[in-house]
């Protein structure tokens, strides 16, 4: 379960009002262990729905959102890794073509209903809204082109420093669904006024990975 850290890196970006809390520009800082990397994150909200670009190490990430629907397609450009993919969604299958560590790919995945999440700071008010306490979405590890099924959960409200500072919070707990629910799960915090993400702490190669918002 540590490569679904891949998963997760990107943020939504945060502003002075809840209605643009997910538009703009923004710097994250990752942390594992001593050593730590910083994530810039780029959000904008449109007809099409919600863009999400993430850069980090020189590795790229991009998504389009839609309401209602989750991810319709999704690009991935990593150099160091040599991949570069593509994928697309219509309806239960979610089409990828490029190059993954080299070599040339093409797959179609089947899945059911669920939304495809991608990547899971921005979108959690679309995903899991404040009337449902879960939420089962489709994941694709961009390391191997498996797809998982995962649930996001309600966990409470927390009072908790981030950056410094004490802020009110809600937190969603991710994990495997079903029988592996148990043995792998990440825990995000977000803001209540805009659901704009703050804070997460994910278990990989032994360890915890941190990533919280520079101010």
């Known amino acids: 379960m540590r490569r679904f850290t891949h998963l997760v890196i990107a943020a939504a970006a945060l502003c002075g009002v809840p ?30 729905g919600m863009k999400v670009k993430s850069e980090a190490a020189g590795r790229t990430e991009e998504s389009l959102w839609v309401p209602g629907k989750g991810i319709v397609s999704w690009r991935l450009t990593d150099p160091a890794a040599a991949s570069d993919l593509r994928a697309e969604r219509t309806r239960d299958r979610i089409r990828i073509t490029g190059t993954l560590k080299g070599r040339e790919v093409t797959r179609e995945l089947r899945v059911d209903a669920a939304p495809w999440y991608q990547i899971f700071g921005p979108g959690i008010a679309d995903l899991l809204s404040p009337e449902s306490g879960r939420m089962e979405f489709w994941v694709v590890n961009p390391d191997d082109l498996a797809t998982h ?39 995000f915090w977000y803001r209540p006024s805009d659901s704009a993400w703050l804070f997460s702490r994910l278990p990989e190669n032994g360890g915890l990975t941190t990533t919280t918002i520079i101010w």
């Open 19 to 48: 209605v643009c809390a997910e538009e703009g520009v923004l710097r994250y800082v990752q942390a594992h262990g001593n050593g730590s990397s910083t994530i810039m994150v780029e959000v904008s909200r449109s007809a099409d």
């Open 149 to 187: 099924k995962m649930l996001a959960r309600q966990a409470g409200a927390e009072r908790r420093e981030i950056a410094g500072v004490q802020v009110d919070t809600f937190k969603i707990h991710f994990s495997p669904a079903g029988a592996l629910a148990p043995f792998w799960g990440a825990d």
